[in-house]
């Protein structure tokens, strides 16, 4: 098993930053890519951005250019910078960690980013 520890989320006006960040524990020889999900309320849950553990990353065509994922192995933390937030970055984000495969899936418990003036 993999646990997922979120932080960092809360509330910021528009064009603000935050970070987000989850640290891994438990199984972590298991996990092969980290990520952020998110779900806004009524929609359904999306990636945000993902990384694998060969540096690999993929991000939303929504937050390319604002937003950038990265990890530091030795603290088993994945980190999400975001800036130029946007309304409609508001949503609760969740941390995710694959193993091979997508064969085993963990989540963290969601972290709350609102972007409003």
């Known amino acids: 098993q993999v646990q997922l520890v979120e932080s960092g989320g809360g509330l910021v006006q528009p064009g603000g930053s935050l970070r987000l960040s989850c640290a891994a524990s438990g199984s972590i020889f298991a996990i092969d890519a980290m990520g952020w999900y998110r779900q806004a309320p009524g929609a359904q849950r999306e990636l945000v951005a993902r990384?694998?553990?060969?540096?690999?990353?993929n991000y939303a065509d929504s937050v390319k250019g604002r937003f950038t994922i990265s990890r530091d192995g030795a603290k088993n933390t994945v980190y999400l910078q975001m800036n130029s937030l946007k309304p409609e970055d508001t949503a609760v984000y969740y941390c995710?960690?694959?193993?091979?495969?997508?064969?085993?899936?963990?989540w963290g418990q969601g972290t709350q980013v609102t972007v409003s003036s």
């Open positions: 995710n960690a694959d193993s091979l495969g997508r064969v085993s899936r963990y």
């Open positions: 990384m694998t553990n060969g540096g690999s990353t």
